[in-house]
T-cell receptor, first 115, second 118 residues
Framework: DTEVTQTPKHLVMGMTNKKSLKCEQH?????MYWYKQKAKKPPELMFV???????INESVPSRFSPECPNSSLLNLHLHALQPEDSALYLC??????????????FGPGTRLTVT | AQKVTQAQTEISVVEKEDVTLDCVYE???????LFWYKQPPSGELVFLIR??????QNEISGRYSWNFQKSTSSFNFTITASQVVDSAVYFC???????????????FGKGITLSVRP
């Protein structure tokens, strides 16, 4: 099973709202990722969690706040977003053990619209 | 710095045609990994292949084949007898040496939109 699930599939939020995106995997992977993808562009890395600790933050604005409550779950908390934050948000996971670089498995994404 | 170039932006073929998607990469590392992902209109990126820099063997998986040539820094992807279901955006990606405790970052090319017409 190489499934990564994400909820919700679609989200519309106002600039003053607070919302959260959720990602879950049950493959025993120890690395989890958040990406942002604008239309007709490649995914852009936002955050990497390794063994439930934040290991990479790609200078993402603080209105995006990641959280990894356990090895299977990854959240992205959203607050005071701007219309330009509208995008497809993708979660991914990979085995994350040292010694090699594994492929990442992606979820279906959350399509976010900020009004 | 690493870089992936997918010079083709859009390709349109008729079903059953063969099509090759080009990928050229730049890296200073001797150890690196190359990937291809498919993104259908539904949005999910689907992993297709991973290849490390020490393995130059070409690979075939059904209608898909990959040609890795270090001499030209290319990792091209060929779909034989294309089908409508192959219509998607295809991304080539590169990852340099791994980071301790975490997988390293993927550098994606800009993607190639493949349309297969019936």
């Amino acid at each position: 099973d190489t499934e990564v699930t994400q909820t919700p599939k679609h989200l519309v939020m106002g600039m003053t709202n607070k919302k959260s995106l959720k990602c879950e995997q049950h493959m025993g992977h120890r690395a989890m990722y958040w990406y942002k993808q604008k239309a007709k562009k490649p995914p852009e890395l936002m955050f990497v969690y390794s063994y439930e600790k934040l290991s990479i933050n790609e200078s993402v604005p603080s209105r995006f706040s990641p959280e990894c409550p356990n090895s299977s779950l990854l959240n992205l908390h959203l607050h005071a977003l701007q219309p330009e934050d509208s995008a497809l948000y993708l979660c991914a996971s990979s085995p994350g053990t040292g010694g090699t670089v594994y492929e990442q498995y992606f979820g279906p994404g959350t399509r976010l619209t900020v009004t | 710095a690493q870089k992936v170039t997918q010079a083709q932006t859009e390709i349109s073929v008729v079903e059953k045609e063969d099509v090759t998607l080009d990928c050229v990469y730049e890296t200073r590392d001797t150890t690196y990994y190359l990937f291809w992902y498919k993104q259908p209109p539904s949005g999910e990126l689907v992993f297709l292949i991973r290849r490390n820099s020490f393995d130059e063997q070409n690979e075939i998986s059904g209608r898909y084949s990959w040609n890795f040539q270090k001499s030209t820094s290319s990792f091209n992807f060929t779909i034989t007898a294309s089908q409508v279901v192959d219509s998607a955006v295809y991304f080539c990606a590169l990852s340099e040496a791994f980071l301790t405790g975490a997988n390293s970052k993927l550098t994606f090319g800009k993607g190639i939109t493949l349309s297969v017409r019936p």
